[in-house]
């Protein structure tokens, strides 16, 4: 196959990737080629990761256990940090059990992997998250997705399946930073035969989780908890099928239990609350600047705050601009978001100054 024509036809459409090379963080700042940037396209929402408190638990759960699990979870890399975490998540989000991935993607596929021989169907939002649509791939059902947010067209499409099926939802939309109505899909879920699925990678931690009976939470741990890994949450039988049935559990070697160490301890932060309301009181600073600013940033309550550019080309001049006076905010193109939508992808965190924010701002309707 002919890769490099290929990489050529990427590039003149403005959609070529690469990656910059960080050379060390301590949020909100990050050095990339030597120049120190004010990073505002970090998923560490919560500014944990570089938290004294879980930097030492990190560091007492390596002394305690080593670097690596050493094995799967079913074999011998199973550990007391592993239990205990996963004992901590069930009773943080109201759940009975929850079960441990090694990554927000593997845990999708997990979950649709396991459910392989009981579904019919599975109903998606437009913008869920790419390991959802390749997950439902994965399994062999067609993957039939509904307007975004729009439960009228959910209802339209749930009329026409037959048999045992699935709602699958992001709860906080990566890429537009909007939340999906849990309790009206739920109700939804209710008048049908199917169950609801809800990614809630970009919530957890933010957001109290919203998880209705007998449907099926997942989050990861690697934005607001700062470290990293996955975990799944439901009732106690559900859990102990996946277990059984759920291949990207089954054989994977089990996270760093040094990373579960570092997470309870994220846990604990999560529960004081003092990190996200200083999330929160960013947000609402951003958002009323930005609208003093008439800045054409997307209605979200969330750390995302995306400003569509609707052109590739024009979205990575105005990044590189930005980085130029000291700002990192990524350009994010096809396939990430549909064609026409291109956008810079700000996020907040934790640890960002409302100075920063507003210079951020200034900088940006400058460029426009």
Same mark, same amino acid.
């Given at each position: 196959?002919?890769?490099?024509?290929?990489?050529?036809?990427?590039?003149?459409?403005?959609?070529?990737?690469?990656?910059?090379?960080?050379?060390?963080?301590?949020?909100? @700042?990050?050095?990339?080629?030597?120049?120190?940037?004010?990073?505002?396209?970090?998923?560490?929402?919560?500014?944990?990761?570089?938290?004294?408190?879980?930097?030492?638990?990190?560091?007492?759960?390596?002394?305690?256990?080593?670097?690596?699990?050493?094995?799967?979870?079913?074999?011998?890399?199973?550990?007391?940090?592993?239990?205990?975490?996963?004992?901590?998540?069930?009773?943080?989000?109201?759940?009975?059990?929850?079960?441990? @991935?090694?990554?927000?993607?593997?845990?999708?596929?997990?979950?649709?992997?396991?459910?392989?021989?009981?579904?019919?169907?599975?109903?998606?939002?437009?913008?869920?998250?790419?390991?959802?649509?390749?997950?439902?791939?994965?399994?062999?059902?067609?993957?039939?997705? @509904?307007?975004?947010?729009?439960?009228?067209?959910?209802?339209?499409?749930?009329?026409?399946?037959?048999?045992?099926?699935?709602?699958?939802?992001?709860?906080?939309?990566?890429?537009?930073?909007?939340?999906?109505?849990?309790?009206?899909?739920?109700?939804?879920?209710?008048?049908?035969?199917?169950?609801?699925?809800?990614?809630?990678?970009?919530?957890?931690?933010?957001?109290?989780?919203?998880?209705?009976?007998?449907?099926?939470?997942?989050?990861?741990?690697?934005?607001?908890?700062?470290?990293?890994?996955?975990?799944?949450?439901?009732?106690?039988?559900?859990?102990?099928?996946?277990?059984?049935?759920?291949?990207?559990?089954?054989?994977?070697?089990?996270?760093?239990?040094?990373?579960?160490?570092?997470?309870?301890?994220?846990?604990?932060?999560?529960?004081?609350?003092?990190?996200?309301?200083?999330?929160?009181?960013?947000?609402?600073?951003?958002?009323?600047?930005?609208?003093?600013?008439?800045?054409?940033?997307?209605?979200?309550?969330?750390?995302?705050?995306?400003?569509?550019?609707?052109?590739?080309?024009?979205?990575?001049?105005?990044?590189?601009?930005?980085?130029?006076?000291?700002? @990192?905010?990524?350009?994010?193109?096809?396939?990430?978001?549909?064609?026409?939508?291109?956008?810079?992808?700000?996020?907040?965190?934790?640890?960002?100054?409302?100075?920063?924010?507003?210079?951020?701002?200034?900088?940006?309707?400058?460029?426009?």
């Amino acid at each position: 196959m002919d890769f490099l024509n290929k990489i050529t036809r990427i590039k003149q459409a403005n959609l070529y990737r690469s990656r910059k090379v960080n050379e060390g963080a301590k949020d909100p @700042y990050i050095n990339i080629n030597g120049k120190s940037l004010i990073n505002f396209c970090s998923n560490d929402y919560l500014s944990l990761s570089s938290h004294p408190q879980v930097k030492e638990a990190f560091k007492q759960g390596v002394d305690q256990y080593g670097v690596g699990s050493g094995s799967s979870h079913l074999v011998s890399g199973h550990s007391r940090a592993h239990h205990d975490l996963e004992q901590a998540l069930a009773q943080y989000t109201g759940q009975q059990r929850a079960l441990l @991935y090694s990554t927000g993607y593997s845990a999708n596929l997990g979950i649709f992997s396991a459910l392989k021989d009981e579904l019919d169907w599975v109903l998606q939002d437009k913008l869920n998250h790419a390991s959802l649509i390749d997950a439902n791939q994965l399994i062999g059902l067609p993957v039939q997705r @509904y307007l975004h947010n729009d439960t009228q067209s959910l209802s339209s499409k749930i009329a026409k399946q037959i048999g045992q099926g699935m709602i699958a939802t992001d709860s906080v939309f990566s890429m537009d930073g909007d939340r999906a109505n849990i309790n009206d899909l739920q109700k939804i879920a209710n008048t049908s035969t199917a169950f609801l699925m809800q990614d809630d990678a970009h919530g957890f931690g933010i957001f109290k989780p919203n998880i209705p009976e007998n449907s099926i939470y997942m989050a990861t741990l690697g934005k607001a908890a700062g470290t990293m890994g996955a975990f799944v949450a439901g009732n106690e039988d559900f859990i102990d099928f996946l277990i059984q049935k759920s291949r990207p559990y089954i054989y994977t070697t089990a996270m760093a239990p040094a990373i579960c160490v570092a997470t309870l301890k994220s846990l604990a932060l999560i529960k004081q609350g003092e990190q996200t309301a200083k999330l929160l009181d960013n947000i609402n600073y951003f958002k009323n600047i930005s609208h003093s600013l008439e800045l054409p940033i997307l209605t979200s309550n969330s750390a995302i705050q995306p400003l569509i550019i609707g052109d590739g080309e024009k979205a990575l001049m105005l990044s590189q601009k930005l980085f130029d006076q000291g700002f @990192y905010v990524a350009a994010i193109r096809p396939p990430t978001v549909p064609k026409n939508s291109e956008r810079l992808r700000i996020t907040l965190t934790a640890s960002h100054t409302k100075a920063q924010i507003e210079q951020l701002l200034i900088r940006l309707k400058n460029a426009l």
